[in-house]
């Protein structure tokens, strides 16, 4: 499947990502009357408002690595790249976010998902958002950081840094029985992409 993902670079937030197709074009006056329409399946949606909560970001530009897309925008005077990716696995479509934040001295907390989330693992590092029809998985691969419930839904905090930090998001959706085979790829995901280089 074609995954996709939009990034609002106002505000330096990943609004959601769906898979099966890029937009649907109104045929109307050549797509000017009424907005493109998503052609695929929404899997995932981040919260209205600022991504990084109590911090201003600011774009910067992006980098292309072969197909790969790296973005750079600064949190506060924090320095971040990010890659979203598609990674499958069988029937399993899960989107990942691969992020790299420069050395800082204040926590950072960035919102992931509207909606009231239980969080698992002994560190914090999984959760299960309950949704009308099925669930959204999220797990959170890397050292020092957590998940928490916060204003306005999950979160992923930050805890100040003496060096750059690798941390990979991973993203699933569907019905509650395939919960293990996620839980099954985050345990097998691989190593952190070098996004600086």
């Known amino acids: 499947d074609q995954g996709v993902v939009c990034f609002d670079t106002g505000i330096c937030a990943l609004r959601g990502g769906w898979v099966g197709g890029f937009l649907r ?33 600011r774009y910067s530009g992006l980098h292309l690595h072969g197909k790969r897309v790296v973005l750079e925008y600064t949190v506060g005077d ?16 899960v989107f990942a976010r691969s992020l790299e934040l420069a050395p800082g001295s204040s926590e950072l907390t960035l919102a992931l998902a509207a909606g009231s989330a239980t969080i ?18 999220v797990a959170v691969l890397g050292s020092d950081v957590r998940l928490a419930k916060e204003s306005p839904g999950l979160t992923a905090v930050f805890p ?6 690798s941390v990979k998001v991973l993203f699933w959706s569907g019905h509650e029985a395939p919960l293990p085979k996620f839980d099954a790829f985050a345990n097998a995901a691989g190593e952190h992409e070098n996004l600086a280089a």
Request: hydrophobic share 40%; glycine share 12%; charged share 20%.
């Open 25 to 57: 074009l109104s045929p109307a006056r050549f797509g000017f009357v009424q907005g493109p329409r998503i052609a695929g399946d929404l899997a995932f949606t981040s919260p209205n408002g600022s991504a990084w909560l109590g911090a201003s970001a």
């Open 78 to 93: 924090v320095r971040v790249f990010e890659s979203p990716w598609l990674e499958t696995r069988g029937d399993l479509n």
């Open 120 to 137: 698992t693992g002994p560190t914090s590092t999984r959760a299960v958002v309950r949704r009308d029809k099925g669930v959204l998985a």
């Open 160 to 165: 100040p840094r003496t060096g750059a930090r």
